[in-house]
């Protein structure tokens, strides 16, 4: 079979990292670990950060079957960084750390993170077996970043002992990271502002809402738009009561699930909840704008990377 466009894409980061000279690079992994064709490479380290229901279809239906998909990236010799998982999938990836001869290292284990929130965004002190950080604020919104966070800490730490990585490095690594559309507010010179975050899962779905109810206790109108290989249905249970109106739309591909079916679920979810269909994202989007100057957009990267892209030079990150 030919590859497919992730196994095509990931080669060609491998041939832009050796043209560029890249020393040191990190892969996340597409979908699972065992099979995905980050996969070839050999670490000097792994992290799960955590373990949730996703692409049940190819990784399983229970936490211990995806556990052991993700397990695949575990190799001998190498620190495997772990977040806090269920115990069923703890259990299988600590099994698999010790069949491989790989450290199972718990996040967690000898650490603590305590953590307060400022203008919407988390300043966390962070103590671990090897030092204590400080207060940091954190470069990514939402409290269900504070342990990834703690696991880029520690998994540094273990790198620490190969590479050189300082204290200051570390910290400033978790301070000063970006990333496009994980809960990602923009504005405009207008004074419109976007909340963008793919929350394409339940998980995601659920770490949305609570932080749109902790940061914004009057209700937002949400652009929502997501594939059909999704579980919609939780999805908008957990959102549609932080959405003041919910704007159904569809994503630029062919996976996309159609506004109006979206529409139709969640009517059925919430019947006397706001509802609209515009299928075109960038309408549906001045749609939402008419009603509150500050939108959220979510439920799929593929809608966010459409909306993101399309605000132009003058949208800043705020």
């Not at 929130?117 to 002190?125: A, F, K, N, P």
């Amino acid at each position: 079979a030919p590859p497919t466009f992730f196994e095509a894409t990931t080669a060609i980061a491998f041939e832009l990292f050796r043209r560029a000279g890249v020393q040191v690079a990190v892969l996340e992994v597409g979908l699972g670990g065992r099979l995905d064709s980050t996969n070839i490479v050999e670490p000097i380290a792994a992290a799960i950060a955590t373990i949730d229901f996703d692409h049940e279809q190819y990784l399983g239906h229970t936490l211990a079957a995806i556990a052991a998909e993700k397990a695949g990236v575990i190799r001998r010799d190498i620190p495997v960084v772990v977040g806090p998982v269920p115990e069923e999938a703890r259990e299988v990836l600590a099994s698999m750390c010790e069949l491989a001869g790989a450290q199972f290292v718990e996040a967690d284990a000898g650490a603590s993170v305590k953590s307060t929130t400022e203008d919407g965004r988390t300043i966390v002190h962070v103590t671990t077996p090897v030092r204590d950080y400080g207060s940091v604020t954190l470069g990514l919104r939402g409290d269900h970043q504070i342990p990834n966070a703690l696991v880029a800490v520690r998994l540094l730490e273990e790198i620490g002992r190969v590479l050189p990585v300082t204290a200051d490095a570390i910290i400033a690594g978790i301070r000063d990271v970006r990333w496009a559309g994980r809960l990602q507010l923009v504005g405009l010179p207008n004074g419109r502002r976007v909340l963008f975050d793919a929350a394409h899962n339940p998980a995601g779905a659920w770490a949305l809402a609570s932080y749109l109810k902790r940061e914004f206790p009057e209700p937002l109108p949400i652009v929502f738009g997501a594939m059909r290989d999704k579980d919609v249905a939780l999805m908008l249970k957990t959102l549609l009561p932080a959405a003041s109106t919910m704007v159904m739309t569809e994503a630029a591909t062919p996976r996309a699930h159609r506004a109006s079916d979206l529409a139709t679920i969640a009517r059925k979810l919430a019947p006397d909840a706001s509802i609209e269909v515009e299928p075109n994202p960038k309408r549906a989007l001045a749609s939402a704008w008419k009603k509150c100057p500050l939108v959220c957009v979510a439920g799929s990267i593929f809608l966010v990377g459409d909306l993101l892209g399309s605000l132009g030079p003058s949208a800043r990150d705020l």
